[in-house]
């Protein structure tokens, strides 16, 4: 097995240029998971972790090759409460954004966050830079937009976030879990709300049919929360696998995005 480390921006995208097919490696969480089940043997690895530039945290650009154990002490709260979910602390202090979206898993933590804050994924190659919006991104079960010699760089954030904002995931475990249904909800100053849910479609999905009704509501009375949870429960779209059923997901959906919804409202 061929490995490179390239120790700057420069010089990963020259490498990925010169063999767009090669295997990129951040914090090997997921790939090295893969090549030891045998489900991956790449013949090419370009290893990203010396790339200092991807490492980047600057206000509302998130370089790739953060670690969910700084975005778990970072400043903004549900951001920080996904990163709190994710493995384990050694996971966490390898595991990185930039992974979480290159694996594109319908669990991925990061997603639902990104989803609901309507963030974009910045991409960069000898060609250029271009910046996707989450859904033009994540397009379905581990399949992304990004072209073979295209790094995910960073994660931009809107100018401006929702001050209430709140991530929880039900699992089998209350720790070392994936995810069997993930949500987050922001509600902006306006009392505007998003939801964002994971774990329960092809790739992480927005209730805007829920959002409307909520927001369409000024008294959020018991019933009006009812059919929001009612509304979410019939948008995602799981399925029944070894983690869970379709029945199961989509009542956890729903509960959940009451639940952190009436948490915003509280705070
Ligand atoms: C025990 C265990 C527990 C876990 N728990 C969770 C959990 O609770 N929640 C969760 O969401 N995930 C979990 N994961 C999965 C994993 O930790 C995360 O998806 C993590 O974010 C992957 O990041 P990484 O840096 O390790 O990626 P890697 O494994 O290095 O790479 C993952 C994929 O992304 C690609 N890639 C990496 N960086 C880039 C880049 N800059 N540009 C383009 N492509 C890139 C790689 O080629 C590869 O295909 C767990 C994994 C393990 C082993």
Redo the contacts with the bound molecule.
């Keep these: 097995m061929n490995i490179e480390r390239p120790s700057g921006l420069e010089e990963g995208l020259e490498a990925l240029a010169a063999s767009p097919e090669a295997?990129?490696?951040?914090?090997?969480?997921?790939?090295?998971?893969e090549i030891n089940y045998h489900a991956r043997r790449p013949e090419h690895v370009i290893a990203?972790r010396r790339v200092k530039e991807?490492k980047e945290w600057d206000g509302r650009r998130l370089g790739?090759?953060v670690t969910?154990r700084r975005i778990e002490q970072g400043p903004i709260r549900a951001l920080a409460q996904l990163a709190r979910?994710?493995?384990?602390p050694q996971?966490r202090a390898?595991?990185?954004?930039?992974?979480?979206l290159?694996?594109a898993?319908p669990?991925?933590?990061?997603h639902p966050f990104l989803a609901a804050c309507d963030a974009h994924i910045e991409l960069q190659s000898r060609r250029g830079t271009r910046t996707l919006r989450w859904d033009e991104f994540l397009v379905g079960v581990k399949r992304t937009s990004?072209q073979d010699d295209e790094?995910?760089?960073a994660v931009v954030l809107p100018e401006a976030l929702p001050r209430r904002q709140e991530f929880a995931k039900v699992g089998v475990r209350s720790a070392?879990?994936?995810?069997t249904v993930s949500a987050c909800v922001m509600v902006d100053d306006e009392g505007q709300a998003r939801v964002a849910l994971g774990a329960v479609g092809p790739t992480v999905l927005r209730a805007r049919r829920a959002e409307e009704m909520i927001n369409s509501e000024s008294e959020k009375s018991d019933a009006a929360l009812a059919e929001f949870a009612r509304l979410v429960s019939e948008e995602v779209k799981p399925i029944t696998d070894h983690r869970s059923t379709e029945e199961y997901r989509r009542h956890a959906a729903g509960v959940l995005s009451r639940r952190l919804f009436e948490r915003c409202l509280r705070t």
């Design positions: 295997t990129l490696l951040a914090g090997g969480t997921d790939l090295m998971v990203l991807l790739a090759g969910f979910t994710v493995g384990s996971i390898a595991g990185t954004i930039g992974g979480n290159g694996t898993s669990a991925g933590d990061s990004r790094l995910i760089t070392m879990v994936i995810a």
